[in-house]
C-alpha cells in the first residue's frame, strides 16, 4: 500500500511513513526494525518464507532482519555456522535442552557447579518432567565418563569457566568423553567469550552465552544466544517457534553494539582481572582466590592450553578468612567503587555473594558440597583504573574488624 490520498486521513494515519522503499543509501549501523510482521506483494513470496523454500520474515518470533544482524555477529565470532537468538540466557539454555532430546525418559549429565538458575532448572524443572539428572565434577573426566556411560546422556552441559567456583572445562576431552556415548556437548561459554576460547573449534556441538553479561556489557540488556549448526539451529527453531523465548530487536540492537567493544573490553578485563586476583591472593583476611590465570589454581594447565595467550578473563571468586554472611555484607557495605548487583560482565567492576544470590535456590547443604561457602565472594572485575579497584577493595577489607 502507498500513502496515497485516495485514503482517509484515518487509514493514512495509520500506514504513514511505515514501508520505506528500497532507499539509494546504507545505513553504516544496523537499523532496529521493530516490525512484529511483514508482508510481500505477491502471496507466493508470503507463502515461500513460510514454507522455508525462501529467505525472508513473516512474524516477530520467527525471526526479525536486526535480530538476524545479531545472531550473524555472534556466529561469526564463534566460527560456528549458525546462531539462534533469546530473550535471556536461561531461555537460550532451556531450548538448547530441549532440542538435543531432554524430555522424559531421558538424561542430562551437568557439571554440579554450573550458574544456580542452571542448576535449578535441571533438578527442579526437568527432573519434575521426567529427565533424569546427574551432576558431576566436570573437572574429574573419570566422573564424567562414568556418568556418560551409565547414563548414555542426551546431552552433556558445562561452564567454560565455571560460575562462581572459576573451575575451567577440559573441552576438548569433554567433547571426546560426549561423543563416545552419543551425547550432545553442550557449553555455557559466557564467562570465556570468544574472545578467550571457541569452543565449537575444539569439538563442542552447542555454544551458549548470556548476552547479558560480556557480549552486551553495560548492563543495559537481558539476552541469551546459541551458536551450532545449521543442522542444530533448524532443530531449536522449532522449539523456538511454538516457547516463544526469542530476542526483541531492541535487544539485540544494543547486545550488537555492545559486541563492538568486546575485544577492546576483554582485554582489560584480562589484563585487570590477572592484577586484581594476584593482589586478593597477597591479602592476610583472603583465605582463596579461584581464578584461572593464577598458577595455583587446579586447572590452570588446562586454562593455559584453552586461552593460550589470550587472558583469563575477567571473573574472580575469593573466600573472606573465617567470614559468615555479616562479614560478607559489612565488606559489601563498605565498598565505594565496586557495584554491590546481581549480574557480571560489565564496564563497572560488581560483586556479588552467591549464597544469597545466584545460588540461593539451592539448600545450604548442596550449596556446601560443591563448595560454595558463606565466605566465598564474586568478583565481576570491570574496566576501571586497575590501582582504584584495588584501592577500594582494600579499604573494605581494612574497614573489616
Ligand atoms: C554462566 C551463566 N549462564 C547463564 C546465565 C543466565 O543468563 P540470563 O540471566 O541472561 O538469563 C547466567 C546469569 O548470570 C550466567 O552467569
Not at 112 to 134: C, E, F, I, K, P
Not at 317 to 334: H, K, N, T
Not at 364 to 389: K, M, N, W, Y
Request: charged share 15%; glycine share 10%; net charge negative.
Amino acid at each position: 500500500m502507498n500513502n496515497s490520498n485516495t485514503f482517509s486521513l484515518a487509514t493514512r494515519a495509520v500506514h504513514a511513513g511505515i514501508r520505506v522503499p528500497h532507499p539509494d543509501y546504507v545505513p553504516t549501523v544496523t537499523p532496529i526494525h521493530p516490525s512484529v510482521t511483514y508482508t510481500y506483494d505477491r502471496m507466493e513470496d508470503l507463502d515461500g518464507v513460510f514454507g522455508g523454500t525462501r529467505q525472508g520474515y513473516v512474524y516477530g518470533r520467527y525471526g526479525n532482519p536486526t535480530v538476524t544482524a545479531l545472531e550473524e555477529a555472534v556466529a561469526t565470532l564463534e566460527d560456528g555456522e549458525a546462531a539462534l537468538a533469546f530473550a535471556s540466557g536461561m531461555a537460550a539454555i532451556h531450548t538448547a535442552l530441549l532440542a538435543v532430546g531432554a524430555r522424559a525418559g531421558s538424561a542430562v549429565v551437568a557439571a554440579q557447579d554450573v550458574y544456580g538458575a542452571t542448576y535449578a532448572l535441571l533438578d527442579q524443572l526437568l527432573r519434575s518432567q521426567g529427565v533424569t539428572v546427574r551432576f558431576v565434577d566436570a573437572t574429574d573426566l573419570e566422573a564424567v565418563e562414568s556418568a556418560c556411560r551409565e547414563l548414555k546422556p542426551a546431552a552433556l552441559l558445562v561452564e567454560t569457566i565455571s560460575n562462581p567456583l572459576l573451575k575451567v572445562a577440559d573441552l576438548p576431552a569433554l567433547a571426546n568423553v560426549a561423543h563416545q556415548y552419543g551425547s550432545a556437548l553442550l557449553v555455557d561459554n559466557t564467562f570465556a567469550t570468544p574472545c578467550l576460547v571457541q569452543p565449537l573449534s575444539l569439538g563442542t556441538d552447542i555454544v551458549i552465552h548470556s548476552t547479558t553479561k560480556y557480549l552486551g556489557g553495560h548492563g543495559d540488556v537481558l539476552g541469551g544466544i546459541v551458536v551450532t549448526s545449521h543442522a542444530q539451529r533448524a532443530k531449536l527453531f522449532e522449539v523456538l517457534k511454538v516457547t516463544g523465548g526469542n530476542s526483541g530487536p531492541h535487544d539485540a540492537w544494543l547486545v550488537l553494539r555492545g559486541i563492538k567493544t568486546l575485544p577492546l573490553r576483554m582485554q582489560q578485563h584480562n589484563s585487570n582481572g590477572l592484577a586484581v586476583a594476584r593482589w586478593l591472593q597477597a591479602h592476610p583476611k583472603v583465605s582463596q582466590v579461584n581464578y584461572p590465570g593464577l598458577a595455583s589454581h587446579p586447572q590452570h594447565q588446562v586454562a593455559k592450553g584453552l586461552f593460550g595467550t589470550r587472558g583469563y578473563g575477567g571473573m574472580i571468586s575469593f573466600v573472606l578468612s573465617g567470614a559468615d554472611q555479616s562479614r560478607v555484607f559489612q565488606f559489601f557495605e563498605s565498598l565505594r567503587l565496586c557495584v554491590p548487583a546481581t549480574t557480571l560482565g560489565d564496564v563497572h567492576t560488581l560483586v556479588l555473594y552467591p549464597a544469597h544470590s545466584s545460588h540461593r535456590a539451592l539448600s545450604p547443604e548442596e550449596r556446601s558440597r560443591i563448595g560454595i561457602g558463606d565466605g566465598l565472594i564474586r568478583l565481576s572485575v570491570g574496566i576501571e583504573a586497575v590501582e582504584d579497584i584495588i584501592n577500594d577493595l582494600d579499604q573494605a577489607l581494612t574497614a573489616l574488624d
